[in-house]
């Protein structure tokens, strides 16, 4: 059951203007995070994973994201982000800015001008090593949000959601992914087992869950790019 077109809202949303390669700087709610990929798609030609430092700009901004819902708990070492590597690919990177120029100008909905193409969406791997997903691509995890919108892949607007579903490392550590997401022209529908694909002129389905909103993915996971892997102690 279809019940609505909406602009959704979240805690990750950021601003983005579209013009060709730079598309290097997000604007969130309570931070920027300057993701460099105009550089890198310029030279490098191979993939490689980048540990942010700790004392970077970048990574206190991912880390303030996750912790908007997975707070710190002050004096001990829970919940302490313990490390962030940025995902580059330059291949899947460029395929993904092609299809957001394209969403873009093939956006014909009477709002468009005021849509945000595109946002920071959180990701559950499960029992799926994260660096498996970052190379091969995203497994469809709609068996652990009960197919409550068909046989999609799910990602989440908050970190704690996806926290529930994440990859539990050798040492007992925790991770997940933060993506960035082509969401475009976003429907919001009940939940709906038979949902396969999004209706004609729209790009993904979003739902709710326990006050988070879930943006379901069917056949095209191409629109969303693993941008950063995020550990942290529990």
């Given amino acids: 059951l279809i019940t609505s077109l909406v602009r959704p809202v979240n805690t990750l949303d950021f601003l983005l203007s579209v013009s060709g390669e730079n598309q290097n700087h997000i604007q969130t709610n309570f931070c920027s995070i300057n993701v460099p990929w105009t550089d890198e798609l310029k030279s490098k030609s191979e993939n490689s994973d980048l540990p942010l430092d700790e004392?970077?700009?970048?990574?206190?901004?991912?880390?303030?994201?996750?912790?908007?819902?997975?707070?710190?708990?002050?004096?001990?070492?829970?919940?302490?982000v313990t490390s962030i590597i940025r995902r580059f690919d330059p291949m899947k990177r460029r395929v993904w800015v092609t299809k957001l120029e394209e969403i873009v100008k093939s956006a014909r909905h009477a709002h468009a001008n005021s849509i945000e193409f595109v946002k920071f969406l959180w990701y559950g791997p499960g029992n799926v090593k994260p660096s498996s997903i970052t190379n091969s691509?995203?497994?469809?995890?709609?068996?652990?949000?009960?197919?409550?919108?068909?046989?999609?892949?799910?990602?989440?607007?908050?970190?704690?959601?996806?926290?529930?579903?994440?990859?539990?490392?050798k040492d007992r550590s925790k991770t997940i992914i933060l993506a960035e997401a082509i969401v475009g022209v976003s429907i919001e529908c009940s939940p709906n087992k038979e949902i396969r694909r999004p209706p004609p002129n729209f790009h993904s389905v979003v739902g709710y869950r326990h006050g988070t909103r879930i943006y379901i993915y069917y056949n095209d996971t191409g629109l969303i790019y693993p941008t950063y892997l995020v550990t942290w102690k529990t």
């Fill in 55 to 80: 004392g970077s700009l970048e990574f206190k901004n991912v880390e303030n994201a996750f912790h908007l819902t997975v707070p710190r708990q002050e004096g001990t070492k829970r919940n302490k």
């Fill in 137 to 169: 691509g995203w497994e469809s995890n709609y068996k652990n949000n009960s197919k409550l919108w068909g046989m999609g892949t799910y990602f989440a607007s908050d970190a704690s959601y996806a926290a529930e579903n994440a990859y539990i490392n």
